[in-house]
């Protein structure tokens, strides 16, 4: 197949709330542009996932591309379902803009405004689509322009319609292209291509003013389309062109255009519209970057020890052209039982040819590109060569994981990948048979590398294991993959609360190993100050050992008995987090001295701190939205009241209410199950992670006497 250049390429996030079309819409333009658009069991292209197929819903990105008019259009599919809209955010890196769909029945929801928010973040170019046209709700003037009224309020009064649907007795079956001003008539469930015809006699007004309006807000700023307009009455149709595309572009305007994803109507006009206004991806500012030594230095864990590094301002502008040197940015991991390891990336500059050899720059390893190509939903077409700005796949490669840069030896730069939530909900799980406890951890290792969310570790006090996701659907999704995909069988339990521990004040502690047993002694001995950092400050370990009280390399094993005796708790045997650990002094012996001892040593002066630190109890706080029918909402915020929440606000639209509030996970575990009998099954809510904070006195009391504490085990 042709290889695209980098003026030839549009790389496309397709966004919104859940069931507004965002699948079906990118199978409708993939069948209009006459590319396989369903796969051989007959879903959409980018619904291939079993998991995601029998619930109906997509679950992780996915990417299909269309060959239009001379160009390649990358599509990036993503959820809409808010607990899997982390990785929505996710495929802004490697888009030039964003396609917002709206739901024409529902409107504006929850997660519109939350992944319009994501895009805003990076200034991406943001087009809005109304999908479902065909709905009757959007059949009159009035809802119509309640619509946009609606998104003026949220987004400005550069909202801007550049399309008027065209219903009539018929239905939804055209567009008047405001720019041109065309009608393009359609066969509803026909080959998505339109017919060009006049514009019909009761629009010509509508249009006209619509017209007017986008040649104003398009003309405002720019001196010499402000004169033209004036003296003429109008721009010139290649003038207008080039300044929506530059608006576009700079974020001036968010078009509004009509389809109808189902029935395949508007889709060859929307494919125009990506070709002719949206930027390619050389048109973009530079993609920011930076060297290593700002790259944080984590030993995240699951547990929430976070070693971090302090940053440093050495951002680096990597423009997006073929002349620069070879750089490449992993923006998502798929794990094939058969095929093995596929990474998605995006050619952030260089060209990059089949059999190249790139550095990992993070893992400091090699790797070799064999078998590129781009991906039409789960299928590999293999390429010769990807140029910059391309998004591309490549299967095997040894060690890479989402979020890393590779690139050329001798430069080394690193993109951040954006933030990924705390996981909100924990549950145990129990293998079902021996042989499916053997599977586990090796098939929750492969899962985990494609879903960044998701944590497996084993409760400290039980022994459980524990997964940790964004919520129920999604941990009994693990659950299922784990059964379709690996075959392991396993249970799932009640949910739990991920506690931690931390302190609240300074202490200062001594630990001292010294035992004699026959032969060698063991002695290790060191002086360590326990501090409280800010919440999110995770674990960090200085040494501040002068004079050679103890000599360097014992050091590390004093910070490793810290960390292995702060995971396992103090008080109810959840990991501590949020402190500094501080060694300051000790002693040793020539002789006696080893890595154990002074591990022994830090266990027992980690303890010794612990009298005086005042440790304490902290407990997962949620950000919750809840979308209810307005009569139920005081019941609702009254409830949430008596669960220890914090109404942030509530908002109306219409008949519908949103509630923001702040609540303790633990008081949130069946909340589902209230909120549907609270609003008879009308309303719907969600939660992420916000923040840690202290729980109560009394309540802490209760978790801690009900806790069973670890059987320690001393070794030595
Ligand atoms: N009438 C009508 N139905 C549509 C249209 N687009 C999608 N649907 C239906 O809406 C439902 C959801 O469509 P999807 O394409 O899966 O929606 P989505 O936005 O990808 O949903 P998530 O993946 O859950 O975020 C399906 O039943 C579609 O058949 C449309 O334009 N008109
Ligand atoms: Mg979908």
Not at 239 to 251: K, P, T, Y
Not at 298 to 303: H, K, W
Not at 549 to 571: N, Q, S, Y
Request: net charge negative; aromatic share 6%.
């Amino acid at each position: 197949m042709k290889t695209y250049a980098n003026t030839e390429l549009r790389n496309i996030a397709i966004l919104g709330h859940s069931h507004s079309g965002k699948t079906s819409l990118i199978s409708a333009m993939l069948s209009t542009a006459k590319m396989p658009a369903v796969t051989d069991n007959g879903s959409p292209v980018t619904a291939y996932d079993e998991e995601e197929i029998a619930r109906g819903m997509t679950m992780s990105n996915a990417v299909a591309f269309a060959e239009w008019s001379g160009i390649k259009i990358n599509f990036i599919d993503t959820p809409g379902f808010h607990m899997f809209v982390h990785e929505a955010r996710s495929a802004m890196l490697p888009a030039e803009a964003a396609v917002v769909l709206i739901n024409a029945q529902t409107g504006i929801e929850s997660v519109t405004q939350t992944v319009w928010n994501f895009a805003a973040e990076l200034n991406l170019p943001r087009i809005l689509v109304i999908n479902q046209a065909d709905h009757p709700k959007a059949d009159s003037a009035t809802s119509r322009l309640e619509m946009i009224e609606a998104m003026r309020d949220r987004w400005g009064r550069h909202v801007i319609p550049v399309q008027l649907p065209i219903i009539d007795a018929n239905g939804f079956h055209g567009v008047i292209d405001l720019v041109t001003m065309e009608a393009f008539l359609y066969t509803p469930h026909g080959d998505g291509t339109g017919t060009r015809g006049p514009i019909p006699a009761a629009l010509e007004a509508e249009a006209r003013a619509a017209h007017e309006a986008l040649v104003e807000l398009v003309a405002e700023g720019k001196d010499e389309l402000m004169e033209e307009f004036f003296n003429v009455g109008t721009i010139p149709l290649d003038h207008l062109i080039q300044a929506i595309h530059e608006a576009i572009r700079e974020d001036k305007i968010f078009p509004v255009l009509y389809t109808n994803s189902l029935g395949n109507v508007g889709t060859d006009h929307l494919l125009d519209f990506i070709k002719d206004y949206i930027p390619s991806p050389h048109e973009r500012p530079p993609v920011p970057a930076h060297s290593p030594l700002r790259a944080p230095k984590s030993t995240g864990n699951g547990n929430g020890c976070i070693t971090t590094d302090a940053p440093a301002d050495d951002t680096i502008l990597r423009p997006v052209t073929d002349t620069e040197p070879a750089t490449i940015y992993v923006y998502k991991t798929l794990v094939d039982p058969f095929a093995g390891r596929i990474s998605f990336f995006k050619v952030i500059s260089g060209c990059i040819r089949n059999d190249a050899t790139l550095e990992n720059y993070a893992r400091g390893e090699s790797e070799r590109l064999s078998h590129i190509g781009i991906m039409q939903g789960r299928k590999l077409v293999e390429v010769p060569e990807l140029h910059a700005g391309d998004l591309g796949v490549v299967a095997k490669l040894r060690v890479t994981q989402t979020g890393d840069t590779l690139g050329a030896r001798g430069q080394d730069l690193r993109i951040d990948p954006l933030p990924t939530p705390e996981p909100a909900m924990t549950y145990a799980i129990e293998p079902k048979s021996r042989a499916d406890e053997d599977k586990l951890a090796p098939a929750l290792h492969k899962l985990m590398e494609e879903d960044l969310l998701l944590r497996f570790y084993r409760d400290p006090q039980t022994n459980d294991f524990l997964l940790a996701g964004a919520g129920q659907l999604h941990i009994e999704s693990i659950v299922s993959k784990l059964r379709r995909r690996y075959h392991t069988e396993v249970t799932l339990k009640s949910p739990k609360v991920p506690y931690r521990e931390t302190v609240r004040t300074t202490a200062t502690g001594h630990g001292r190993h010294k035992k004699q047993s026959g032969g060698h002694g063991q002695f290790g001995d060191c002086k360590i100050r326990i501090e409280p950092l800010p919440r999110g400050g995770g674990f960090q370990f200085v040494n501040d050992i002068f004079g050679g009280a103890i000599p360097r390399g014992f050091v590390p094993a004093i910070e490793k008995g810290i960390l292995e005796t702060a995971i396992r708790g103090h008080l109810a045997g959840y990991p501590m987090v949020d402190f500094r650990a501080t060694v300051f002094d000790g002693s040793y012996h020539d002789v006696d001295s080893s890595e154990m001892a002074f591990k022994i040593a830090g266990r027992l002066a980690f303890r010794a701190c612990m009298e005086t630190a005042k440790p304490a109890l902290l407990e997962p706080i949620m950000r919750v939205e809840i979308d209810i029918p307005d009569d139920a909402a005081g019941a609702v915020v009254g409830d949430l009241n008596s669960r220890r929440g914090r109404i942030q606000g509530m908002e109306t639209q219409g008949r519908q209410a949103i509630v923001s509030a702040q609540v303790p996970l633990a008081e949130m575990l069946t909340y589902g199950t209230i909120l549907t009998s609270m609003t008879h099954g009308q309303g719907s809510y969600h939660m992420e992670m916000d923040h840690y904070d202290f729980v109560p006195a009394a309540l802490a009391e209760k978790i801690i006497s009900s806790s069973k504490r670890p059987v320690e085990v001393e070794e030595d």
